[in-house]
């Protein structure tokens, strides 16, 4: 495991565009995992500058984001679909057939989930897979259960996800209860994982993550058994 620390939210941004920059120049044709939520949006941001001065490109890449909730149509506000096209897909050169994402607006969510694992397995797997980590250690939206899915699939949302989420919609209750998420299989086999974690309230969950046992009572610290592992985070500990 490697750990980098930024000095600040804003560091962090930088840090994690510039790390993503140098995987992207070494390999073109890159394929990686993307997250959603308020911790990635400075990576985005940079990645958008240095992608518009011509320094990188995404011309050959391809990109699968983590999860999406169940219900909400991809022009929905709060969708992640809408979140990836107004924070990064319509902002850089990603031809629009390079970057999927689970749909959850589908009447047969099993058969988008069978579709998603192998889109991801049609193009060899997720090389470099970018992570947040939920308050409750969620990856993606891998919830602490008794037993971790391998696979792409529905999952209940906690309670602590939904109150988590609750301030990006009017209210708790029109907070999806579900979302589709890719699971921990295909997660745990890209090549490398960069792992992006800000803020004191993350502090607990961080050190857990890292340093607790492995279980599935917090998802993330699975992340220990990878082979590649760099965490990004402006918290020491």
């Not at 990686?32 to 308020?38: I, Q």
């Not at 929905?76 to 679909?81: L, R, T």
Request: glycine letters at 8%; proline letters at 5%.
């Amino acid at each position: 495991m490697e750990y980098l620390y930024a000095q600040d939210n804003l560091s962090l941004g930088q840090m994690a565009a510039r790390w993503v920059a140098r995987e992207i120049l070494a390999c073109p044709n890159l394929v990686l995992g993307l997250p959603t939520g308020s911790t990635p949006i400075g990576m985005y941001q940079h990645l958008t500058r240095l992608a518009q001065e011509g320094i990188i490109s995404f011309a050959q890449a391809r990109t699968f984001n983590l999860d999406e909730y169940v219900g909400l149509t991809a022009d929905h506000p709060q969708s992640y679909a809408f979140f990836m096209r107004e924070h990064f897909w319509s902002k850089v050169d990603l031809p629009k057939a390079n970057g999927d994402i689970p749909r959850g607006d589908v009447s047969d969510l099993a058969a988008e989930c069978r579709r998603y694992d192998d889109a991801i397995q049609s193009v060899g797997g997720i090389e470099v897979q970018i992570l947040g980590l939920g308050p409750n250690g969620h990856i993606g939206f891998n919830e602490p259960s008794h037993n971790m899915e391998i696979h792409t699939h529905v999952v209940d949302l906690t309670a602590e996800t939904i109150q988590a989420n609750t301030r990006f919609f009017p209210g708790s209750e029109a907070v999806p209860r579900q979302a589709i998420t890719m699971g921990v299989g295909s997660i745990m086999r890209a090549q490398r994982i960069l792992l992006l974690v800000s803020g004191e309230s993350k502090r607990d969950i961080l050190t857990k993550t890292l340093y607790g046992p492995v279980s599935t009572a917090v998802p993330a610290s699975i992340l220990q058994l990878h082979t590649d592992l760099t965490v990004l985070t402006d918290i020491k500990i």
